[in-house]
C-alpha cells in the first residue's frame, strides 16, 4: 500500500528497483551468501540503472532526486532479503561518497564522484577502530603533516567494504592533544603504500558484505586529498549520521517485514495436530503483535524521515526510529524462527538469515545505548 509520502515518481522507482531486486539479485542470494560475497559487478549494474546516483546532481552523473528516492532504494534493495547485499551496495553511495559530495574540494569531487555513481569505484567509510567505537572522539589513527603529505598511523576494524574498496574515507586525528576538535577526512585510495587490508572478518550475519580491519603503516596521503577543512572532520561525520541511521532504521522496516512474510507462510503451510499452525490462537497472537510492531516501526520511521526530507531538525526522531526499528527486526525475526520450530534453525530456510542479519542492526551506526543517549540528551536538554 502506497505511503502518502512518496509520489507517483518515488513509486515508479519502487516498481523499477523492485523488478530489479526480484529477476537479478534476490534469485543469486543463496550462492552469494554461501560465498560469503556478492559480485563487484552488481555495482555497476546498478550504476548502469541509475540507482547509485539517485541523490547526487546531474553533475555528477546523478540524477538530482531527494532523499525520498534514496530511502525508496534502500527499502527495496534491503528486499532481496540479505541485508548484507544492501549494506554493501548502500554504503559505497549512502556513507561514503556523501563526505566527498558535501565537503571536498572540487577537484576530490571529479575525481570520485562520478566513478562511484557508476559503480566502478567502490568507496567506504573508516571510522570505528578497535579501541574506539561509539566515541568517535577517541579515535587514535594519527595524520601528520610532513610538506605535501599526511603521513598516516593507525588501523580500523569493521569497515564496511573494506576489503575491495577503491577508496577509504578515514577519520584520523590532525591534532591528537584536540579531542573531537582535532579530527579530520582523508581519503586514502587502494594501493596507497602503507596502507594495507589486513584480514576480512568473519561474521555472525551479513555475510554477502565484506567487512575489513584495516592497517595504515607510515602511510602517505596527498594532502589535496583532504576533505573539507582540517580538524572539522567529526562535525562533516555527525552530519551524515542522520542518513546513515535512517539508512539503518528503513533496513530494520524491512527486515521486520520479511520476517513476518517468513512467519506467516510457514504457520499458513506447516499442519500439526490436524490443523494449520496459523488457526493455533497463541502463533496467532504472536503473528499480530509482530504485525502491530512492524507497523508503529515503520511509521515512526516515515516520520522521522518526513522531517529529515523537509530540512527539519531529524536527530532525536531519526535516534528513535533507528533504535525502535533496529530493535523491532531483532524481535519479529526471532518470533518468526520459533515459529518455524527447529526448522528455523536450519540454514536452509530463509528466517534464520533473516535473524542473524538483523542482530548487528542494534550495534552498528551507534548503538541502542547510543540512541537512547542521544534522546534522552535532547529531552533533558531540550
Given at each position: 500500500?502506497?505511503h502518502?509520502?512518496?509520489q507517483?515518481?518515488?513509486?515508479?522507482?519502487?516498481?523499477?528497483?523492485?523488478?530489479?531486486?526480484?529477476?537479478?539479485?534476490?534469485?543469486?542470494?543463496?550462492?552469494?551468501?554461501?560465498?560469503?560475497?556478492?559480485?563487484r559487478?552488481?555495482?555497476?549494474?546498478?550504476?548502469?540503472?541509475?540507482?547509485?546516483g539517485?541523490?547526487?546532481?546531474?553533475?555528477y552523473?546523478?540524477?538530482g532526486?531527494?532523499?525520498?528516492a534514496?530511502?525508496?532504494?534502500?527499502?527495496?534493495?534491503?528486499?532481496?532479503?540479505?541485508a548484507?547485499?544492501?549494506?554493501?551496495?548502500?554504503?559505497?553511495?549512502?556513507?561514503?561518497?556523501?563526505q566527498?559530495?558535501?565537503?571536498?574540494?572540487?577537484?576530490?569531487?571529479?575525481?570520485?564522484l562520478?566513478?562511484?555513481i557508476r559503480?566502478?569505484?567502490?568507496?567506504?567509510?573508516?571510522?570505528?577502530?578497535?579501541?574506539?567505537?561509539?566515541?568517535?572522539?577517541?579515535l587514535?589513527?594519527?595524520?601528520?603533516?610532513?610538506?605535501?603529505?599526511?603521513?598516516?598511523?593507525?588501523?580500523?576494524?569493521?569497515?564496511?567494504?573494506?576489503?575491495?574498496?577503491?577508496?577509504?574515507v578515514?577519520?584520523v586525528?590532525?591534532?591528537?592533544?584536540?579531542?573531537?576538535?582535532?579530527?579530520?577526512l582523508?581519503?586514502v585510495?587502494?594501493?596507497?603504500?602503507g596502507?594495507?587490508?589486513?584480514?576480512?572478518?568473519?561474521?555472525?550475519?551479513?555475510?554477502?558484505?565484506?567487512?575489513?580491519?584495516?592497517?595504515?603503516?607510515?602511510?602517505?596521503?596527498?594532502r589535496?586529498?583532504?576533505?573539507?577543512?582540517?580538524?572539522?572532520?567529526?562535525?562533516?561525520?555527525?552530519?551524515?549520521?542522520?542518513?546513515?541511521?535512517?539508512?539503518?532504521?528503513?533496513?530494520?522496516v524491512?527486515?521486520a517485514?520479511?520476517?513476518?512474510?517468513?512467519?506467516?507462510?510457514y504457520?499458513?503451510?506447516?499442519?500439526?495436530?490436524?490443523?494449520?499452525?496459523?488457526?493455533?490462537?497463541?502463533?496467532?497472537?504472536?503473528?499480530?503483535?509482530?504485525?502491530?510492531?512492524?507497523?508503529?516501526?515503520?511509521?515512526?520511521?516515515?516520520?522521522?524521515?518526513?522531517?529529515?526530507v523537509?530540512?527539519?531538525?531529524?536527530?532525536?526522531?531519526?535516534?528513535?526510529a533507528?533504535?525502535?526499528?533496529?530493535?523491532?527486526?531483532c524481535?519479529v525475526a526471532?518470533?518468526?524462527?520459533?515459529?518455524?520450530?527447529?526448522?528455523?534453525?536450519?540454514?536452509?530456510?530463509?528466517?534464520?538469515r533473516?535473524?542473524?542479519?538483523?542482530?548487528?542492526?542494534?550495534?552498528?551506526?551507534?548503538?541502542?545505548e547510543?540512541?537512547?543517549?542521544?534522546?534522552?540528551?535532547?529531552?533533558?536538554?531540550?
Amino acid at each position: 500500500m502506497a505511503h502518502w509520502l512518496f509520489q507517483e515518481e518515488h513509486e515508479l522507482l519502487r516498481r523499477s528497483v523492485r523488478s530489479w531486486v526480484e529477476k537479478e539479485v534476490k534469485p543469486r542470494v543463496p550462492e552469494w551468501e554461501e560465498k560469503g560475497e556478492f559480485p563487484r559487478e552488481l555495482f555497476a549494474r546498478a550504476g548502469e540503472l541509475g540507482f547509485l546516483g539517485l541523490t547526487f546532481p546531474e553533475e555528477y552523473g546523478g540524477s538530482g532526486e531527494d532523499y525520498l528516492a534514496g530511502a525508496v532504494f534502500v527499502e527495496e534493495v534491503y528486499r532481496c532479503g540479505s541485508a548484507g547485499v544492501a549494506a554493501g551496495l548502500v554504503a559505497s553511495t549512502g556513507i561514503a561518497a556523501p563526505q566527498i559530495y558535501k565537503f571536498g574540494s572540487p577537484e576530490l569531487k571529479e575525481r570520485f564522484l562520478p566513478p562511484t555513481i557508476r559503480g566502478e569505484k567502490i568507496g567506504a567509510l573508516a571510522v570505528t577502530e578497535p579501541n574506539a567505537g561509539s566515541d568517535v572522539a577517541s579515535l587514535q589513527t594519527t595524520a601528520r603533516r610532513e610538506g605535501d603529505y599526511y603521513l598516516v598511523n593507525g588501523s580500523k576494524v569493521f569497515i564496511t567494504n573494506g576489503v575491495r574498496a577503491d577508496y577509504v574515507v578515514a577519520a584520523v586525528k590532525t591534532d591528537p592533544a584536540a579531542g573531537k576538535n582535532g579530527i579530520s577526512l582523508l581519503v586514502v585510495e587502494k594501493g596507497t603504500p602503507g596502507f594495507s587490508v589486513v584480514r576480512k572478518l568473519d561474521k555472525l550475519g551479513w555475510h554477502t558484505s565484506d567487512t575489513a580491519e584495516l592497517v595504515f603503516e607510515d602511510c602517505r596521503v596527498p594532502r589535496g586529498n583532504l576533505v573539507g577543512q582540517e580538524n572539522l572532520g567529526f562535525y562533516y561525520l555527525m552530519q551524515n549520521f542522520v542518513w546513515e541511521r535512517l539508512s539503518m532504521a528503513l533496513g530494520g522496516v524491512v527486515g521486520a517485514q520479511l520476517a513476518l512474510e517468513e512467519a506467516l507462510r510457514y504457520a499458513q503451510q506447516r499442519v500439526q495436530f490436524g490443523r494449520p499452525l496459523s488457526k493455533f490462537q497463541a502463533i496467532r497472537h504472536r503473528l499480530a503483535e509482530m504485525a502491530a510492531r512492524t507497523e508503529t516501526a515503520r511509521c515512526l520511521t516515515y516520520h522521522a524521515l518526513a522531517l529529515f526530507v523537509s530540512g527539519q531538525d531529524a536527530v532525536t526522531a531519526v535516534a528513535m526510529a533507528k533504535n525502535y526499528a533496529c530493535e523491532t527486526a531483532c524481535y519479529v525475526a526471532d518470533e518468526a524462527l520459533q515459529i518455524h520450530g527447529g526448522y528455523g534453525y536450519m540454514m536452509e530456510y530463509p528466517v534464520q538469515r533473516l535473524w542473524r542479519d538483523a542482530r548487528v542492526g542494534t550495534i552498528g551506526g551507534g548503538t541502542t545505548e547510543i540512541m537512547r543517549e542521544i534522546i534522552a540528551a535532547r529531552l533533558v536538554n531540550g
